[in-house]
C-alpha cells in the first residue's frame, strides 16, 4: 500500500488557502477557475512521486473510525454543511471539486446539478477558496445529531409491539435494527395468511438482512396470474434513517387497509402483487451510525485497509461499476462488483429469487423502488450516464410523474421532482436501479429521495416519519396502480 501524501498536502493546502472571516460567502465569480484549476491539479505546490494518484487511506483513521474503536459517539461540534452552488460549472469542473472532496475526505450529503451540499469540519473551512459562491444550510450539525439521538426509541414495549393500529407509537420515533426487525415478526405474527418472512443474506457483522412479503390469495372467481413482485428497498446507506421507517410504515398501512376492508384499493393490490420491504438493507452499517458515527453511510465490512472500513453499497452494484480509489471514501465503491455482501445477496434475491445454490424458484420482479435520503426525488435510470437512455423512459417518466403527484396530494404532502437519476443526483456509477434495470428485465426501476431539502438533512425529525410514510404510501400505491394498468389489465 502506498503510504499517504493527505496529511502533507492537507498542509499544503491549508498554507496556500488561509481561512477568511464569513463562512457565509463563497468567494465568488473566479471560484469557478479555481475549481477548473483544482481538477488539474488541486495541489500545484505540492508534486507527489505518484503524479495525481490518490491515497488508498491517510496516515492517521479518520474520527469516524476512532469512535468506533473506543466505543465513544463521534462528534460534530463545529461542523456546518454548507449548500455550494455549482449550477454554472462544466462537469470536468464539477470533477475536479468532488476530487478535491474526496481528497480531503469531506463528507457529501446531497448532490444535484445545480448543487451540492457538504459538511465542513472547522479545521477545513478554508476550502471555500477554491469553491463556487455558497450558502450555510446546517451551521451546526451536532445540535441536529443530538435532537435525533433523542428520537430514537429505547425498547420494544412490554409485550411486544402493538401492530392492530397505523396509530402505533413506534411510527413516531427511530429504531436500531432489532426493534425494527421485531416489527416486522410483529406483523408476521398478527397477519399470518398475508405476512410471511424471508432471509435475504447475512452481512459481515453476522446480521441477517431480513425481509418481510405481504400477499393476498386471489378472491373467488378472480383469474390466479403469474406472481408478480414489488420489492422495496431501504437503508442502503445507513444514516438515512427515515427511509427504513418509511418502508415499514408503508407494509404496515398496506397491511391494515387490506385487511380492513377486502374490496379495498390497498386488497387489490395485494392480490395481484407480492409487496416486498427490505427495510435495512444494511444492518451494520445502520446499527454503526445509532451506536459510534451517526454520519455513517458505507457498510462495515472490511476492505483491507488499515483504518477504514465499508463499502458504499449503493457504487457497488453490478452495471457500469466503477472501481472506488480510496477505502476513507464515504463513497468507495470498493475494487469489485458485488464485493459487499449486502449487494450481492439483494442482487441474487432481485434476479434468481434465491441466496444459495439451490434453483430460481417461479419469480419475477416486476417492480423496484430503492428508498434513500434527503432532496425529495423520484427517479428512474440509469443514474451512471444521461448518454444511456432506457427504452422504457416514456412510461417510466410518466408513472414517476403520477407518483410525483400522488405523493404531494398525500395528507401533508410535499413537492418530489421526477427524471432521470444521472439528472437530478448528477451521475454516479454501480447504483441499484441502474443493475436491476440493466441487468434483469425488471421495467419499473426507481430510486426515492425522500424528505427533505435540506433544512435537517439526514436527522429528519421523528415527528415527520409519519408525513414521510403517508407520501410514500400514497405514491408506491400509485406505481403499482399504473403497472397494473400498463402491463398486466391489458385489454
Ligand atoms: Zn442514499
Same mark, same amino acid.
Given at each position: %500500500?502506498?503510504?499517504?501524501?493527505?496529511?502533507?498536502?492537507?498542509?499544503?493546502?491549508?498554507?496556500?488557502?488561509?481561512?477568511?472571516?464569513?463562512?457565509?460567502?463563497?468567494?465568488?465569480?473566479?471560484?469557478?477557475?479555481?475549481?477548473?484549476?483544482?481538477?488539474?491539479?488541486?495541489?500545484?505546490?505540492?508534486?507527489?512521486?505518484?503524479?495525481?494518484?490518490?491515497?488508498?487511506?491517510?496516515?492517521?483513521?479518520?474520527?469516524?473510525?476512532?469512535?468506533?474503536?473506543?466505543?465513544?459517539?463521534?462528534?460534530?461540534?463545529?461542523?456546518?454543511?454548507?449548500?455550494?452552488?455549482?449550477?454554472? %460549472?462544466?462537469?470536468?469542473?464539477?470533477?475536479?471539486?468532488?476530487?478535491?472532496?474526496?481528497?480531503?475526505?469531506?463528507?457529501?450529503?446531497?448532490?444535484?446539478?445545480?448543487?451540492?451540499?457538504?459538511?465542513?469540519?472547522?479545521?477545513?473551512?478554508?476550502?471555500? =477558496?477554491?469553491?463556487?459562491?455558497?450558502?450555510?444550510?446546517?451551521?451546526?450539525?451536532?445540535?441536529?445529531?443530538?435532537?435525533?439521538?433523542?428520537?430514537?426509541?429505547?425498547?420494544?414495549?412490554?409485550?411486544?409491539?402493538?401492530?392492530?393500529?397505523?396509530?402505533?407509537?413506534?411510527?413516531?420515533?427511530?429504531? =436500531?435494527?432489532?426493534?425494527?426487525?421485531?416489527?416486522?415478526?410483529?406483523?408476521?405474527?398478527?397477519?399470518?395468511?398475508?405476512?410471511?418472512?424471508?432471509?435475504?443474506?447475512?452481512?459481515?457483522?453476522?446480521?441477517?438482512?431480513?425481509?418481510?412479503?405481504?400477499?393476498?390469495?386471489?378472491?373467488?372467481?378472480?383469474?390466479?396470474?403469474?406472481?408478480?413482485?414489488?420489492?422495496?428497498?431501504?437503508?442502503?446507506?445507513?444514516?438515512?434513517?427515515?427511509?427504513?421507517?418509511?418502508?415499514?410504515?408503508?407494509?404496515?398501512?398496506?397491511?391494515?387497509?387490506?385487511?380492513?376492508?377486502?374490496?379495498?384499493?390497498?386488497?387489490?393490490?395485494?392480490?395481484?402483487?407480492?409487496?416486498?420491504?427490505?427495510?435495512?438493507?444494511?444492518?451494520?452499517?445502520?446499527?454503526?451510525?445509532?451506536?459510534?458515527?451517526? %454520519?455513517?453511510?458505507?457498510?462495515?465490512?472490511?476492505?483491507?485497509?488499515?483504518?477504514? =472500513?465499508?463499502?458504499?453499497?449503493?457504487?457497488?452494484?453490478?452495471?457500469?461499476?466503477?472501481?472506488?480509489?480510496?477505502?476513507?471514501?464515504?463513497?468507495?465503491?470498493?475494487?469489485?462488483?458485488?464485493?459487499?455482501?449486502?449487494? =450481492?445477496?439483494?442482487?441474487?434475491?432481485?434476479?434468481?429469487?434465491?441466496?444459495?445454490?439451490?434453483?430460481?424458484?417461479?419469480?419475477?420482479?416486476?417492480?423496484?423502488?430503492?428508498?434513500?435520503?434527503?432532496?425529495?426525488?423520484?427517479?428512474?435510470?440509469?443514474?451512471?450516464?444521461?448518454?444511456?437512455?432506457?427504452?422504457?423512459?416514456?412510461?417510466? %417518466?410518466?408513472?414517476?410523474?403520477?407518483?410525483?403527484?400522488?405523493?404531494?396530494?398525500?395528507?401533508?404532502?410535499?413537492?418530489?421532482?421526477?427524471?432521470?437519476?444521472?439528472?437530478?443526483?448528477?451521475?454516479?456509477?454501480?447504483?441499484?436501479?441502474?443493475?436491476?434495470?440493466?441487468?434483469?428485465?425488471?421495467?419499473?426501476?426507481?430510486?426515492?429521495?425522500?424528505?427533505?431539502?435540506?433544512?435537517?438533512?439526514?436527522?429528519?425529525?421523528?415527528?415527520?416519519?409519519?408525513?414521510?410514510?403517508?407520501?410514500?404510501?400514497?405514491?408506491?400505491?400509485?406505481?403499482?396502480?399504473?403497472?397494473?394498468?400498463?402491463?398486466?389489465?391489458?385489454?
Amino acid at each position: %500500500m502506498l503510504s499517504s501524501p493527505l496529511p502533507l498536502l492537507t498542509v499544503a493546502l491549508a498554507w496556500a488557502l488561509p481561512a477568511t472571516a464569513s463562512p457565509i460567502a463563497g468567494p465568488g465569480p473566479n471560484s469557478l477557475h479555481a475549481a477548473q484549476a483544482a481538477f488539474n491539479n488541486p495541489f500545484p505546490h505540492l508534486v507527489h512521486p505518484d503524479g495525481l494518484h490518490l491515497a488508498h487511506e491517510p496516515t492517521t483513521p479518520p474520527p469516524s473510525e476512532l469512535a468506533g474503536t473506543t466505543g465513544a459517539q463521534e462528534r460534530y461540534d463545529g461542523h456546518a454543511v454548507w449548500r455550494v452552488n455549482w449550477h454554472d %460549472m462544466g462537469d470536468t469542473a464539477k470533477e475536479g471539486i468532488l476530487t478535491l472532496l474526496e481528497t480531503l475526505n469531506i463528507d457529501i450529503w446531497h448532490m444535484s446539478a445545480a448543487s451540492i451540499d457538504i459538511r465542513v469540519p472547522p479545521a477545513l473551512t478554508y476550502i471555500r =477558496k477554491v469553491l463556487p459562491s455558497f450558502t450555510t444550510y446546517v451551521p451546526d450539525v451536532q445540535a441536529l445529531v443530538d435532537m435525533t439521538a433523542r428520537d430514537v426509541a429505547e425498547d420494544e414495549p412490554e409485550g411486544g409491539w402493538n401492530v392492530s393500529s397505523i396509530d402505533t407509537p413506534f411510527h413516531d420515533a427511530y429504531h =436500531k435494527v432489532e426493534a425494527v426487525y421485531a416489527f416486522g415478526d410483529a406483523l408476521k405474527a398478527a397477519f399470518p395468511d398475508i405476512v410471511e418472512e424471508y432471509d435475504i443474506g447475512t452481512t459481515a457483522e453476522g446480521r441477517t438482512i431480513r425481509a418481510w412479503r405481504a400477499h393476498l390469495k386471489a378472491a373467488d372467481g378472480e383469474p390466479e396470474h403469474e406472481e408478480l413482485e414489488f420489492v422495496i428497498q431501504a437503508g442502503q446507506h445507513a444514516r438515512e434513517w427515515v427511509a427504513p421507517s418509511a418502508s415499514v410504515y408503508f407494509l404496515h398501512s398496506l397491511v391494515l387497509d387490506a385487511t380492513a376492508d377486502p374490496n379495498s384499493h390497498a386488497a387489490n393490490l395485494l392480490r395481484h402483487f407480492t409487496f416486498t420491504i427490505v427495510p435495512i438493507v444494511n444492518p451494520d452499517g445502520f446499527e454503526y451510525s445509532h451506536d459510534h458515527s451517526r %454520519m455513517w453511510r458505507k457498510n462495515r465490512q472490511d476492505v483491507g485497509g488499515l483504518f477504514c =472500513k465499508g463499502l458504499d453499497l449503493n457504487s457497488n452494484w453490478g452495471h457500469k461499476f466503477k472501481a472506488g480509489r480510496t477505502a476513507c471514501s464515504d463513497s468507495y465503491a470498493g475494487r469489485e462488483p458485488f464485493e459487499s455482501l449486502e449487494t =450481492k445477496a439483494m442482487a441474487y434475491y432481485l434476479i434468481n429469487g434465491t441466496i444459495t445454490d439451490t434453483p430460481p424458484r417461479d419469480h419475477k420482479v416486476r417492480a423496484f423502488v430503492d428508498l434513500h435520503s434527503y432532496g425529495q426525488l423520484f427517479m428512474f435510470p440509469y443514474a451512471y450516464s444521461c448518454a444511456d437512455f432506457p427504452p422504457d423512459a416514456e412510461n417510466l %417518466m410518466e408513472a414517476g410523474l403520477g407518483v410525483a403527484k400522488a405523493m404531494r396530494q398525500a395528507q401533508n404532502g410535499e413537492g418530489y421532482q421526477t427524471g432521470q437519476a444521472c439528472d437530478l443526483t448528477f451521475r454516479s456509477t454501480g447504483e441499484a436501479i441502474d443493475y436491476v434495470y440493466g441487468t434483469g428485465d425488471t421495467r419499473w426501476s426507481y430510486s426515492a429521495e425522500l424528505r427533505d431539502t435540506g433544512t435537517y438533512g439526514f436527522m429528519l425529525p421523528a415527528s415527520l416519519i409519519r408525513p414521510t410514510g403517508d407520501e410514500v404510501n400514497a405514491g408506491l400505491r400509485y406505481l403499482a396502480q399504473f403497472i397494473y394498468e400498463t402491463d398486466i389489465d391489458k385489454p
